[in-house]
């Protein structure tokens, strides 16, 4: 017999309900690890770059694809995460839109916007995360410095790409066709 009892994990639907409590009455947003909750709050910076992203995205995404900010993404029972950006592709893209929830399938590829309060997670434990569950390609977006870091997959752990800065086009290694010049992901206005 054990003498250490087992954590109780929180469902998904729990969480979810807990999450959107949170959100209405603090404006955070959370995140759910091995029985912990998680809060952050995104600078205008963050937000910003976030929209730039989308924005790229939009347009250029194959018509199966869709880039989403905020979903709740599912890794295992116990780890809920909010990536910055994930792009879902495949047939049921609808589906998953209208269910404005959770997608049980593992993104293409992710975008994390790095901040003071969250570079070490992006950087090791997510990154980590992302990486044993097959998500094939991992940006890290830096508003500090203005660059931007392209990680790939390969046996299970990442592999910088290239570090991408100021007027370099940047240029999706699961998507060559989108391209897009990194200063424009932290402009302001999008006419500057």
Same mark, same amino acid.
């Given at each position: 017999?054990?003498?250490?009892?087992?954590?109780?994990?929180?469902?998904?639907?729990?969480?979810?309900?807990?999450?959107?409590?949170?959100?209405?009455?603090?404006?955070?947003?959370?995140?759910?690890?091995?029985?912990?909750?998680?809060?952050?709050?995104?600078?205008?910076?963050?937000?910003?770059? @976030?929209?730039?992203?989308?924005?790229?995205?939009?347009?250029?995404?194959?018509?199966?694809? +869709?880039? @989403?900010?905020?979903?709740?993404?599912?890794?295992?029972?116990?780890? #809920?995460?909010?990536?910055?950006?994930?792009?879902?592709?495949?047939?049921?893209?609808?589906?998953?839109?209208?269910?404005?929830?959770?997608?049980?399938?593992?993104?293409?590829?992710?975008?994390?916007?790095?901040?003071?309060?969250?570079?070490?997670?992006?950087?090791?434990?997510?990154?980590?995360?992302?990486?044993?569950?097959?998500?094939?390609? #991992?940006?890290?977006?830096? #508003?500090?410095?203005?660059?931007?870091?392209?990680?790939?997959?390969?046996?299970?752990?990442?592999?910088?790409?290239?570090? #991408? +800065?100021?007027?370099?086009?940047?240029?999706?290694?699961?998507?060559?066709?989108?391209?897009?010049?990194?200063?424009?992901?932290?402009?302001?206005?999008?006419?500057?």
């Amino acid at each position: 017999m054990s003498l250490v009892n087992p954590i109780d994990f929180l469902t998904f639907e729990q969480f979810v309900k807990i999450a959107e409590s949170i959100k209405d009455n603090t404006g955070h947003i959370t995140e759910y690890s091995n029985g912990e909750i998680l809060y952050f709050s995104p600078t205008a910076k963050h937000s910003v770059s @976030i929209n730039n992203i989308i924005g790229i995205l939009r347009n250029k995404l194959p018509n199966n694809c +869709i880039a @989403i900010s905020e979903l709740h993404v599912k890794f295992s029972e116990s780890e #809920y995460r909010i990536p910055d950006i994930s792009v879902f592709c495949g047939m049921d893209i609808k589906e998953i839109y209208e269910n404005d929830t959770l997608h049980l399938e593992i993104p293409k590829l992710i975008f994390e916007v790095l901040s003071e309060s969250t570079e070490k997670s992006d950087r090791e434990y997510k990154m980590k995360l992302y990486a044993n569950n097959g998500i094939e390609e #991992y940006l890290l977006v830096d #508003y500090k410095n203005k660059t931007i870091e392209q990680y790939y997959l390969n046996d299970n752990s990442y592999k910088l790409n290239k570090k #991408y +800065i100021d007027k370099e086009l940047c240029a999706l290694l699961l998507y060559p066709q989108i391209s897009f010049v990194v200063s424009d992901v932290f402009k302001i206005f999008m006419n500057e």
